[in-house]
Protein backbone atom coordinates (compact mmCIF):
# COMPACT_ATOMS: atom_id res chain seq x y z
CA UNK A 1 0.00 0.00 0.00
CA UNK A 2 2.59 2.73 0.97
CA UNK A 3 4.45 1.57 -2.27
CA UNK A 4 1.51 2.85 -4.19
CA UNK A 5 0.93 5.69 -2.40
CA UNK A 6 4.48 6.61 -3.44
CA UNK A 7 4.52 5.67 -6.61
CA UNK A 8 1.39 8.09 -7.10
CA UNK A 9 2.67 10.96 -5.34
CA UNK A 10 5.55 10.68 -7.56
CA UNK A 11 4.28 10.39 -11.09
CA UNK A 12 3.84 13.93 -12.56
CA UNK A 13 4.97 15.54 -9.54
CA UNK A 14 5.22 18.41 -11.26
CA UNK A 15 1.98 18.55 -13.11
CA UNK A 16 -0.11 21.24 -11.05
CA UNK A 17 -3.59 20.24 -12.44
CA UNK A 18 -2.72 16.12 -11.47
CA UNK A 19 -1.25 17.14 -8.33
CA UNK A 20 -4.31 19.10 -7.43
CA UNK A 21 -6.43 15.62 -8.54
CA UNK A 22 -4.30 13.87 -5.94
CA UNK A 23 -4.30 16.44 -3.16
CA UNK A 24 -8.61 15.29 -3.71
CA UNK A 25 -8.19 12.10 -3.70
CA UNK A 26 -6.08 11.45 -0.44
CA UNK A 27 -8.40 14.21 1.58
CA UNK A 28 -11.81 12.65 -0.05
CA UNK A 29 -13.44 10.17 2.82
CA UNK A 30 -15.78 7.55 2.88
CA UNK A 31 -19.37 7.59 4.27
CA UNK A 32 -17.73 7.86 7.89
CA UNK A 33 -15.22 9.65 6.79
CA UNK A 34 -12.14 8.17 6.92
CA UNK A 35 -9.37 9.18 4.20
CA UNK A 36 -7.06 6.60 2.78
CA UNK A 37 -4.18 7.32 4.74
CA UNK A 38 -6.83 5.67 7.94
CA UNK A 39 -6.72 2.49 5.63
CA UNK A 40 -3.27 2.56 4.99
CA UNK A 41 -3.27 3.28 9.18
CA UNK A 42 -5.22 0.08 9.77
CA UNK A 43 -3.33 -2.24 7.33
CA UNK A 44 0.20 -1.07 7.85
CA UNK A 45 2.78 0.18 10.87
CA UNK A 46 2.03 3.45 12.36
CA UNK A 47 5.81 4.45 11.84
CA UNK A 48 5.46 3.45 8.19
CA UNK A 49 2.40 6.19 7.82
CA UNK A 50 4.36 8.64 9.79
CA UNK A 51 7.77 8.16 7.59
CA UNK A 52 5.51 8.66 4.24
CA UNK A 53 3.67 12.07 5.47
CA UNK A 54 7.32 13.61 6.72
CA UNK A 55 9.53 12.73 3.50
CA UNK A 56 7.01 13.57 0.99
CA UNK A 57 5.40 16.85 2.72
CA UNK A 58 7.63 18.83 1.32
CA UNK A 59 8.51 17.24 -1.51
CA UNK A 60 5.09 17.69 -3.24
CA UNK A 61 1.87 19.46 -1.86
CA UNK A 62 2.16 18.91 1.97
CA UNK A 63 2.62 22.09 3.52
CA UNK A 64 3.16 22.66 7.24
CA UNK A 65 -0.18 23.36 7.90
CA UNK A 66 -1.66 19.89 6.23
CA UNK A 67 0.52 17.56 7.61
CA UNK A 68 -0.39 18.72 10.93
CA UNK A 69 -4.28 18.57 10.03
CA UNK A 70 -3.00 15.03 8.26
CA UNK A 71 -1.81 14.09 11.92
CA UNK A 72 -5.24 15.74 13.56
CA UNK A 73 -7.27 13.01 11.56
CA UNK A 74 -4.87 9.84 12.20
CA UNK A 75 -5.46 10.27 16.23
CA UNK A 76 -1.85 9.35 16.38
CA UNK A 77 -1.63 9.83 20.08
CA UNK A 78 -3.08 7.02 21.47
CA UNK A 79 -0.63 4.95 19.34
CA UNK A 80 2.46 3.70 21.43
CA UNK A 81 4.55 3.91 18.92
CA UNK A 82 4.27 7.24 18.48
CA UNK A 83 6.43 7.98 21.71
CA UNK A 84 9.42 5.89 19.86
CA UNK A 85 9.35 7.74 16.51
CA UNK A 86 9.52 10.94 17.99
CA UNK A 87 12.62 9.67 20.04
CA UNK A 88 14.26 8.37 16.60
CA UNK A 89 17.00 10.70 15.54
CA UNK A 90 16.14 11.11 12.13
CA UNK A 91 12.70 11.95 12.77
CA UNK A 92 13.28 14.55 15.37
CA UNK A 93 14.92 16.81 13.12
CA UNK A 94 11.99 16.48 10.76
CA UNK A 95 9.51 17.49 13.61
CA UNK A 96 11.68 20.07 14.79
CA UNK A 97 11.64 21.74 11.24
CA UNK A 98 7.61 21.60 11.41
CA UNK A 99 7.78 23.29 14.33
CA UNK A 100 10.29 25.86 14.07
CA UNK A 101 8.09 26.56 11.12
CA UNK A 102 5.02 27.04 12.56
CA UNK A 103 6.66 29.08 15.33
CA UNK A 104 8.02 31.27 12.95
CA UNK A 105 4.90 32.26 10.73
CA UNK A 106 3.44 32.99 14.24
CA UNK A 107 0.76 29.07 14.27
CA UNK A 108 0.50 28.79 17.86
CA UNK A 109 -2.07 26.37 17.43
CA UNK A 110 0.41 23.65 15.53
CA UNK A 111 2.53 24.12 18.13
CA UNK A 112 0.18 23.19 20.86
CA UNK A 113 -0.45 20.44 19.03
CA UNK A 114 3.00 19.25 18.69
CA UNK A 115 3.14 20.10 22.40
CA UNK A 116 0.27 17.19 22.65
CA UNK A 117 1.78 14.91 20.66
CA UNK A 118 4.94 14.48 23.35
CA UNK A 119 7.25 16.52 21.69
CA UNK A 120 9.57 18.44 23.63
CA UNK A 121 9.54 22.41 22.54
CA UNK A 122 13.38 22.78 22.98
CA UNK A 123 13.55 20.44 20.14
CA UNK A 124 15.63 22.12 17.38
CA UNK A 125 15.83 21.44 13.53
CA UNK A 126 18.95 20.71 11.20
CA UNK A 127 20.59 23.93 11.62
CA UNK A 128 20.34 23.43 15.69
CA UNK A 129 17.31 26.15 16.02
CA UNK A 130 14.47 25.95 18.47
CA UNK A 131 10.58 26.98 18.05
CA UNK A 132 12.22 30.37 20.46
CA UNK A 133 14.82 30.93 18.05
CA UNK A 134 12.15 30.58 15.13
CA UNK A 135 9.45 32.90 17.25
CA UNK A 136 12.65 35.42 18.05
CA UNK A 137 13.25 35.76 14.31
CA UNK A 138 9.85 36.32 13.18
CA UNK A 139 8.80 38.53 15.88
CA UNK A 140 6.00 36.43 17.28
CA UNK A 141 5.15 37.75 20.33
CA UNK A 142 1.98 35.02 21.38
CA UNK A 143 4.36 32.17 20.22
CA UNK A 144 7.30 33.36 22.07
CA UNK A 145 5.42 34.35 25.30
CA UNK A 146 4.12 30.68 24.83
CA UNK A 147 7.24 29.59 24.57
CA UNK A 148 8.97 30.78 27.37
CA UNK A 149 5.57 30.25 29.81
CA UNK A 150 6.16 26.44 28.86
CA UNK A 151 9.37 26.44 30.24
CA UNK A 152 11.49 26.39 27.15
CA UNK A 153 15.45 27.34 27.69
CA UNK A 154 15.39 30.90 27.10
CA UNK A 155 19.28 30.90 26.35
CA UNK A 156 19.52 27.56 24.49
CA UNK A 157 22.30 28.11 22.20
CA UNK A 158 23.17 26.10 19.23
CA UNK A 159 26.19 25.45 17.53
CA UNK A 160 26.48 24.53 13.47
CA UNK A 161 28.56 24.88 10.52
CA UNK A 162 27.28 28.39 10.86
CA UNK A 163 26.49 29.30 13.98
CA UNK A 164 28.03 28.97 17.13
CA UNK A 165 26.80 30.18 20.91
CA UNK A 166 23.80 31.86 18.63
CA UNK A 167 20.92 32.32 21.10
CA UNK A 168 17.16 33.48 20.86
CA UNK A 169 17.99 36.93 22.29
CA UNK A 170 20.80 37.12 19.60
CA UNK A 171 18.29 36.21 16.79
CA UNK A 172 15.89 38.98 17.81
CA UNK A 173 18.49 41.69 17.89
CA UNK A 174 19.49 40.57 14.33
CA UNK A 175 15.77 41.02 12.89
CA UNK A 176 15.41 44.14 14.72
CA UNK A 177 12.35 42.47 17.13
CA UNK A 178 12.49 44.81 19.98
CA UNK A 179 9.23 43.52 21.29
CA UNK A 180 10.56 39.85 21.74
CA UNK A 181 14.48 41.34 22.74
CA UNK A 182 12.41 42.78 26.33
CA UNK A 183 10.21 39.75 26.42
CA UNK A 184 14.29 37.74 26.61
CA UNK A 185 15.71 40.09 28.40
CA UNK A 186 12.52 39.94 31.36
CA UNK A 187 13.22 36.43 31.44
CA UNK A 188 16.51 36.69 32.04
CA UNK A 189 17.92 36.16 28.94
CA UNK A 190 21.94 36.41 28.78
CA UNK A 191 23.81 39.02 27.09
CA UNK A 192 26.98 38.97 27.93
CA UNK A 193 27.69 35.96 25.60
CA UNK A 194 29.68 36.33 22.15
CA UNK A 195 28.71 34.42 19.30
CA UNK A 196 29.20 33.89 15.73
CA UNK A 197 27.15 33.66 12.98
CA UNK A 198 29.06 32.74 9.73
CA UNK A 199 27.13 33.06 6.85
CA UNK A 200 26.45 36.33 7.97
CA UNK A 201 29.41 38.08 10.01
CA UNK A 202 31.76 35.94 9.14
CA UNK A 203 34.36 34.63 10.89
CA UNK A 204 34.07 37.20 13.94
CA UNK A 205 32.82 36.69 17.16
CA UNK A 206 29.91 39.37 17.78
CA UNK A 207 28.67 40.93 21.85
CA UNK A 208 25.23 41.91 21.89
CA UNK A 209 25.80 45.77 20.63
CA UNK A 210 27.79 44.43 17.70
CA UNK A 211 24.82 42.56 16.43
CA UNK A 212 22.67 45.48 17.45
CA UNK A 213 24.96 48.38 15.33
CA UNK A 214 25.17 45.48 12.26
CA UNK A 215 21.51 45.61 12.60
CA UNK A 216 21.40 49.25 12.21
CA UNK A 217 18.47 49.58 14.90
CA UNK A 218 20.12 52.71 16.95
CA UNK A 219 17.68 52.30 19.59
CA UNK A 220 18.18 48.80 20.45
CA UNK A 221 21.71 49.42 20.33
CA UNK A 222 20.79 52.74 23.14
CA UNK A 223 19.16 50.18 24.96
CA UNK A 224 21.69 47.65 25.56
CA UNK A 225 23.84 50.64 26.34
CA UNK A 226 21.81 51.75 29.01
CA UNK A 227 21.56 48.32 30.60
CA UNK A 228 25.10 48.52 30.87
CA UNK A 229 26.19 46.02 28.11
CA UNK A 230 30.20 47.25 27.55
CA UNK A 231 30.66 49.22 24.12
CA UNK A 232 33.58 47.15 22.68
CA UNK A 233 35.86 48.88 19.85
CA UNK A 234 34.52 46.27 17.32
CA UNK A 235 30.94 47.95 17.90
CA UNK A 236 31.80 50.81 15.21
CA UNK A 237 33.43 48.22 12.54
CA UNK A 238 29.83 46.79 12.76
CA UNK A 239 28.25 49.76 12.83
CA UNK A 240 30.29 50.78 9.20
CA UNK A 241 29.13 47.39 8.62
CA UNK A 242 25.88 47.94 8.72
CA UNK A 243 26.05 51.06 7.00
CA UNK A 244 23.95 53.81 8.82
CA UNK A 245 25.33 56.75 9.75
CA UNK A 246 23.70 57.35 12.37
CA UNK A 247 24.69 54.91 14.70
CA UNK A 248 28.51 55.20 13.77
CA UNK A 249 27.80 59.30 14.75
CA UNK A 250 26.56 57.77 17.89
CA UNK A 251 29.40 55.28 18.90
CA UNK A 252 32.19 58.33 17.54
CA UNK A 253 30.41 60.20 20.73
CA UNK A 254 30.77 57.12 22.82
CA UNK A 255 34.46 57.64 22.39
CA UNK A 256 35.04 55.11 19.42
CA UNK A 257 37.73 55.37 16.48
CA UNK A 258 36.98 54.96 13.07
CA UNK A 259 40.59 53.66 12.27
CA UNK A 260 39.65 50.18 14.93
CA UNK A 261 39.22 46.96 12.45
CA UNK A 262 37.68 43.65 12.62
CA UNK A 263 40.42 41.50 14.18
CA UNK A 264 38.81 38.62 13.19
CA UNK A 265 38.27 38.29 9.82
CA UNK A 266 41.21 39.34 7.50
CA UNK A 267 41.72 43.03 9.79
CA UNK A 268 39.21 44.88 7.70
CA UNK A 269 39.28 48.49 8.42
CA UNK A 270 35.68 50.06 8.83
CA UNK A 271 36.08 51.23 5.41
CA UNK A 272 36.46 48.06 3.73
CA UNK A 273 33.54 46.73 5.58
CA UNK A 274 31.54 49.72 4.10
CA UNK A 275 32.59 49.03 0.94
CA UNK A 276 32.32 45.26 1.13
CA UNK A 277 28.74 45.96 1.69
CA UNK A 278 27.86 49.04 -0.92
CA UNK A 279 26.92 51.03 1.45
CA UNK A 280 27.67 54.52 -0.52
CA UNK A 281 26.67 56.97 2.58
CA UNK A 282 28.71 55.34 5.39
CA UNK A 283 31.24 55.33 2.95
CA UNK A 284 31.57 58.82 1.95
CA UNK A 285 30.97 59.50 6.10
CA UNK A 286 33.73 57.65 6.64
CA UNK A 287 36.65 58.44 3.86
CA UNK A 288 36.42 62.11 4.35
CA UNK A 289 36.62 61.77 8.09
CA UNK A 290 39.00 59.61 8.19
CA UNK A 291 40.96 59.86 5.46
CA UNK A 292 44.04 58.24 6.35
CA UNK A 293 41.40 54.54 5.67
CA UNK A 294 41.14 55.00 2.16
CA UNK A 295 44.89 53.70 1.51
CA UNK A 296 45.07 50.84 4.31
CA UNK A 297 45.42 47.27 3.34
CA UNK A 298 44.06 44.24 4.70
CA UNK A 299 46.00 41.26 5.77
CA UNK A 300 46.13 40.18 1.88
CA UNK A 301 46.86 43.81 0.88
CA UNK A 302 43.80 44.64 -0.24
CA UNK A 303 42.64 48.18 -0.11
CA UNK A 304 39.27 49.48 -0.43
CA UNK A 305 39.55 50.35 -3.95
CA UNK A 306 40.62 46.13 -4.96
CA UNK A 307 37.40 45.45 -2.66
CA UNK A 308 35.12 48.25 -5.00
CA UNK A 309 36.35 45.19 -8.05
CA UNK A 310 35.61 42.26 -5.53
CA UNK A 311 32.20 43.89 -5.36
CA UNK A 312 31.62 44.11 -8.83
CA UNK A 313 32.22 40.95 -10.16
CA UNK A 314 29.63 37.68 -9.80
CA UNK A 315 30.58 35.32 -7.26
CA UNK A 316 31.44 32.77 -9.60
CA UNK A 317 34.17 35.43 -11.43
CA UNK A 318 35.34 36.73 -8.14
CA UNK A 319 39.01 36.90 -7.34
CA UNK A 320 40.54 33.93 -5.44
CA UNK A 321 42.07 36.46 -3.17
CA UNK A 322 39.00 38.27 -2.27
CA UNK A 323 38.41 35.24 0.27
CA UNK A 324 35.86 36.90 3.43
CA UNK A 325 33.83 39.31 0.04
CA UNK A 326 30.98 37.89 -0.34
CA UNK A 327 28.57 40.92 -1.88
CA UNK A 328 28.07 41.88 -5.40
CA UNK A 329 26.38 45.16 -6.16
CA UNK A 330 25.48 47.15 -8.93
CA UNK A 331 27.84 49.40 -11.43
CA UNK A 332 25.97 52.60 -10.11
CA UNK A 333 26.91 51.61 -6.07
CA UNK A 334 30.10 50.78 -7.04
CA UNK A 335 30.78 54.08 -9.45
CA UNK A 336 29.22 55.68 -6.12
CA UNK A 337 32.42 54.16 -4.01
CA UNK A 338 34.93 54.40 -6.10
CA UNK A 339 34.47 58.33 -6.66
CA UNK A 340 34.03 58.57 -2.51
CA UNK A 341 37.17 56.88 -2.86
CA UNK A 342 39.13 58.83 -5.06
CA UNK A 343 38.21 62.16 -4.05
CA UNK A 344 39.60 61.19 -0.43
CA UNK A 345 43.06 60.38 -1.92
CA UNK A 346 42.96 56.59 -2.78
CA UNK A 347 45.86 55.46 -4.93
CA UNK A 348 45.05 53.22 -7.72
CA UNK A 349 49.24 52.03 -8.03
CA UNK A 350 48.90 50.16 -4.85
CA UNK A 351 49.18 46.09 -5.15
CA UNK A 352 47.80 43.38 -2.73
CA UNK A 353 49.75 40.53 -2.15
CA UNK A 354 49.49 39.16 -5.39
CA UNK A 355 50.98 42.03 -7.27
CA UNK A 356 47.46 42.62 -8.74
CA UNK A 357 46.01 46.62 -8.50
CA UNK A 358 42.08 47.27 -8.38
CA UNK A 359 42.32 47.53 -12.33
CA UNK A 360 43.55 44.22 -12.86
CA UNK A 361 40.80 42.93 -11.17
CA UNK A 362 38.05 44.45 -12.28
CA UNK A 363 35.81 42.50 -14.59
CA UNK A 364 33.85 45.43 -16.36
CA UNK A 365 36.08 47.56 -18.67
CA UNK A 366 33.65 50.38 -18.12
CA UNK A 367 34.51 50.50 -14.31
CA UNK A 368 37.88 49.96 -15.14
CA UNK A 369 37.92 53.01 -17.69
CA UNK A 370 35.71 54.96 -15.03
CA UNK A 371 38.23 54.59 -12.14
CA UNK A 372 41.14 55.78 -14.76
CA UNK A 373 39.39 58.75 -15.72
CA UNK A 374 38.20 59.62 -12.09
CA UNK A 375 41.67 59.35 -10.91
CA UNK A 376 43.18 61.60 -13.60
CA UNK A 377 41.05 64.59 -13.16
CA UNK A 378 41.36 64.00 -9.72
CA UNK A 379 45.35 63.61 -9.81
CA UNK A 380 45.56 67.10 -12.16
CA UNK A 381 43.24 69.01 -9.44
CA UNK A 382 45.39 67.88 -6.76
CA UNK A 383 48.44 68.71 -8.47
CA UNK A 384 47.32 71.91 -9.16
CA UNK A 385 46.38 72.50 -5.49
CA UNK A 386 49.68 70.99 -4.47
CA UNK A 387 51.43 73.61 -6.32
CA UNK A 388 49.11 76.24 -5.10
CA UNK A 389 50.02 75.16 -1.52
CA UNK A 390 54.18 74.59 -2.13
CA UNK A 391 53.89 78.64 -3.16
CA UNK A 392 51.58 79.97 0.19
CA UNK A 393 54.05 77.49 2.27
CA UNK A 394 56.94 79.12 0.36
CA UNK A 395 55.72 83.08 0.71
CA UNK A 396 54.96 81.61 4.68
CA UNK A 397 58.45 80.70 5.10
CA UNK A 398 60.34 83.79 3.67
CA UNK A 399 56.93 85.89 6.26
CA UNK A 400 58.37 83.52 9.02
CA UNK A 401 62.30 84.40 8.44
CA UNK A 402 61.95 88.11 8.45
CA UNK A 403 59.77 87.67 11.95
CA UNK A 404 62.55 85.95 12.98
CA UNK A 405 65.54 88.43 11.98
CA UNK A 406 63.23 91.36 13.12
CA UNK A 407 63.09 89.11 16.65
CA UNK A 408 66.56 88.73 16.75
CA UNK A 409 67.22 92.09 16.43
CA UNK A 410 65.04 93.68 18.52
CA UNK A 411 66.59 91.13 21.28
CA UNK A 412 69.98 92.11 20.78
CA UNK A 413 69.46 95.87 21.20
CA UNK A 414 67.01 95.01 24.33
CA UNK A 415 70.27 92.68 25.42
CA UNK A 416 72.63 96.30 24.88
CA UNK A 417 70.15 98.59 26.52
CA UNK A 418 70.01 96.51 29.50
CA UNK A 419 73.89 96.10 30.11
CA UNK A 420 74.73 99.99 29.59
CA UNK A 421 72.32 100.24 32.23
CA UNK A 422 73.99 97.78 34.40
CA UNK A 423 77.56 99.11 33.08
CA UNK A 424 77.07 102.66 33.73
CA UNK A 425 79.27 104.89 36.27
CA UNK A 426 77.58 107.98 38.39
CA UNK A 427 79.97 111.10 39.14
CA UNK A 428 80.07 111.79 43.01
CA UNK A 429 78.32 115.35 43.62
CA UNK A 430 81.07 118.27 44.04
CA UNK A 431 80.92 119.97 47.10
CA UNK A 432 79.86 124.16 47.11
CA UNK A 433 82.83 125.81 47.84
CA UNK A 434 82.97 127.64 51.18
CA UNK A 435 82.15 131.71 51.96
CA UNK A 436 85.23 132.55 53.12
CA UNK A 437 87.21 131.82 50.52
CA UNK A 438 84.72 133.51 47.42
CA UNK A 439 84.91 136.44 49.83
CA UNK A 440 88.66 136.86 50.39
CA UNK A 441 89.09 136.23 46.73
CA UNK A 442 87.24 138.79 46.34
CA UNK A 443 88.90 141.10 48.37
CA UNK A 444 92.27 139.70 47.00
CA UNK A 445 90.77 141.14 43.49
CA UNK A 446 89.57 144.53 44.62
CA UNK A 447 93.01 145.59 46.39
CA UNK A 448 94.67 144.62 42.76
CA UNK A 449 92.14 146.94 41.06
CA UNK A 450 92.38 149.38 43.34
CA UNK A 451 96.43 149.50 43.26
CA UNK A 452 96.37 149.51 39.69
CA UNK A 453 93.76 152.44 39.75
CA UNK A 454 96.36 154.90 41.99
CA UNK A 455 99.49 154.07 40.77
CA UNK A 456 97.73 154.93 36.60
CA UNK A 457 96.94 158.23 38.73
CA UNK A 458 100.35 158.73 40.15
CA UNK A 459 102.36 158.45 36.91
CA UNK A 460 100.01 160.44 34.97
CA UNK A 461 100.82 163.60 37.73
CA UNK A 462 104.98 163.37 36.81
CA UNK A 463 103.80 163.75 33.12
CA UNK A 464 105.32 160.94 31.82
CA UNK A 465 103.09 159.62 28.43
CA UNK A 466 102.21 156.09 29.44
CA UNK A 467 103.90 153.08 26.96
CA UNK A 468 102.36 152.30 23.55
CA UNK A 469 103.20 149.29 22.05
CA UNK A 470 103.38 149.52 18.14
CA UNK A 471 102.49 145.95 17.55
CA UNK A 472 99.54 146.57 19.44
CA UNK A 473 98.68 149.59 17.81
CA UNK A 474 98.98 148.06 14.12
CA UNK A 475 97.12 145.57 15.37
CA UNK A 476 93.98 147.68 15.98
Not at 3 to 13: C, H, Q, R, T, Y
Given at each position: ????????????????????????????GDNNGA?????????????????????????????????????????????????????????????????????????????????????????????????????????????????????????????????????????????????????????????SKRCKK???????????????????????????????????????????????????????????????????????????????????????????????????????????????AFISAP??????????????????????????????????????????????????????????????????????????????????????????????????????????????????????????????????????????????????????????????????
Open positions: MLSWIKNLINKDANNTEKEESYKRMFMFIPLHYVAHHSNIVAILDKIFYEADEVFFSCEELCERLKTLNLTSNVLLKEWIEQKENKKMIGKAITSCALVGRLEYVQFFESLGVDLNIHNDQDETPLHAAAAGGQIEVADYLLNSGVNVNYSHFSNQSQNWTPLFEAVLHDKRPIVELLLSSRAEYKSRFGLSQLNMNDVAAASGNVSLLQLFVKMGVPIEKTAIYWGCYGGNVSIIMFLLEKGLLLRERNLYDFSKTTLHASCERGCTIATEFIASKAPRLVNVADKNGNTPLHYCPSKRAANATGVKYSHSENVVQTLIDSLIRNGADITIKNNDGKLALDLFESTSLATFLEDKYDATFNTQRQLLFEVKELQDRLAKLEDLVIKQNTTIQNQAATIEDMKNNMVVAPPVSPPKLYKQVKFADNIAQIVEYEVLESESSSEDGDPPDVDDDEDEDY
